[in-house]
């Protein structure tokens, strides 16, 4: 068995991998925990409806690693994706679930040892808790323990974006513990004071702990003294998901926001490429297909129909808030939506750069669309044609690609703003470039004569 090298934080519980199966090492202590949970009727309705990942117990004759007491075997989600790629509509659900989990599992006397947003996953827009070895069983007087972690890692990434239009993903990605009460304070106003949820979880919060400073008080221990009851930790619950409940943000207009309405497209060059898209998706049947580029979603819709499950990936925060809306409104359970700049996307992070994957890390796609995305790397982000074309070969995976010419309107306004004119976007170095890496199997040019659709394969 593989460890996961990102589970190592929780000594009752680890995280293995047994080829493709998931399966998690249990102390006696996370065993004991874990038969709690399985005999309440919380999991098996969470089970049965997907808001808790799928686990059973495993045969305890099967070969146990060093200290183990016990194995469960988990479903495996098909794509791991982190905080720092949600939308401000996913990390949002995310947070709901988190509490409602919780007081769920309060009902029936057990609770959660942590509150990251790192123990959600998603079946496409729908979020699942994993993280089955968070659950311990309630001890009489002791407070919820991942409050602060909830603040830090869901709250307060929400109210910044939410009241300061300030995108989280940026903060959440350079720490993975989030951000702090004084942080978060420091950066709202004084007249936020006023806001929802502000004078409480913030500017109390960031007072309470600079007052306490240096101190070594228990004040865990103390709340148990005191009788700290499980109706406050319920109460509190409730306030926390009212509270994150009504929080929203409107997505600024953007050209990325307004793509669908507002490209360069005429209608029948818009259905040739969607045919392209159709008849290259449909030559296959992909365990995991990538849409980079994906803005509304439209040719991600017509791939995942012969996908069994595709990422679609947007590097504005505006598109992909919307395209998350509308596939959460159509219940998409196969179309995962991220945000991620694919010039600076998510490297390896956390402890040894082994908690946090980085992109390709976490499952090679079969197949990539690349459409009119090619300009907006090479142009717009600097990166030569041939370090993008050497990119997508490392994948290999089959690509649709879609490359404007110099005589494209958008690619002429991305030129004027470059003094060097980028001499080396060229439509016979690309494809000499794309044969080197792949072998091209269809090539077709959009009527309005600017644009030409690539169907290719990696070479062996």
């Not at 495996?76 to 679930?97: D, K």
Request: aromatic share 8%.
């Amino acid at each position: 068995m593989r460890p996961e090298p990102g589970s190592f934080r929780d000594p009752d519980s680890r995280v293995l991998y047994e080829g493709e199966d998931v399966r998690r090492a249990l102390s006696p202590a996370g065993l004991e925990d874990w038969r709690a949970l399985a005999a309440t009727d919380f999991f098996t309705r969470a089970s049965q409806d997907g808001s808790v990942v799928a686990t059973r117990e495993l045969d305890p004759r099967d070969a146990l690693p060093e200290g183990a007491a016990g194995m469960l075997g988990h479903e495996r989600i098909a794509f791991v994706s982190y905080p720092y790629e949600w939308p401000f509509g996913m990390l949002r659900e995310a947070a709901a679930l988190q509490l409602e989990v919780l007081l769920a599992a309060l009902a029936e006397g057990l609770t959660l040892k942590d509150a990251s947003p790192y123990n959600v996953q998603w079946r496409g827009t729908r979020p699942v808790f994993v993280d089955v070895g968070s659950f311990e069983r309630l001890r009489e007087g002791e407070p919820w323990a991942g409050y602060r972690q909830f603040c830090m890692l869901y709250l307060y990434p929400l109210l910044l974006q939410a009241y300061r239009q300030v995108p989280f993903q940026p903060w959440l990605r350079g720490s993975l513990d989030g951000i702090t009460p004084e942080q978060c304070r420091n950066l709202l106003s004084p007249r936020d004071l006023l806001r929802p949820g502000v004078l409480s979880h913030v500017a109390l919060h960031a007072r309470l702990e600079a007052g306490g400073g240096g101190s070594r008080r228990d004040v865990k221990g103390e709340l148990r003294e005191a009788g700290f009851a499980k109706e406050l930790i319920e109460a509190n619950a409730r306030r926390l998901l009212k509270l994150v409940r009504g929080l929203d943000w409107s997505p600024p207009q953007s050209t990325w926001t307004e793509y669908g309405a507002s490209n360069s497209y005429s209608d029948g060059d818009a259905e040739q490429k969607a045919d392209f898209v159709r008849a290259a998706s449909a030559s296959g049947r992909w365990e995991l297909t990538w849409d980079l580029g994906a803005n509304d979603g439209r040719y991600a819709r017509i791939a995942a129909a012969h996908s069994r499950y595709l990422v679609a990936i947007d590097g504005d925060h505006g598109a992909t808030e919307q395209l998350y809306r509308a596939l959460r409104d159509e219940r998409e359970d196969s179309i995962l939506p991220l945000t991620l700049d694919l010039t600076d996307p998510s490297p390896n992070l956390g402890w040894r750069g082994l908690e946090r994957k980085g992109l390709a890390e976490r499952g090679r796609p079969e197949l990539v669309l690349c459409l009119a995305l090619v300009h907006h790397i090479a142009i717009a982000g600097n990166v030569p044609l041939r370090e993008w074309v050497d990119w997508l070969r490392t994948l290999r995976a089959h690509v649709v690609i879609e490359f404007p010419t110099r005589e494209d309107a958008m690619v002429e306004r991305l030129l004027e703003a470059k003094a060097g004119g980028h001499p080396d976007y060229d439509r016979g170095c690309f494809e000499a470039l794309l044969s080197e890496a792949f072998v091209i199997e269809r090539t077709e040019t959009l009527g309005s004569g600017t644009r030409v659709l690539y169907l290719a394969r990696p070479r062996e």
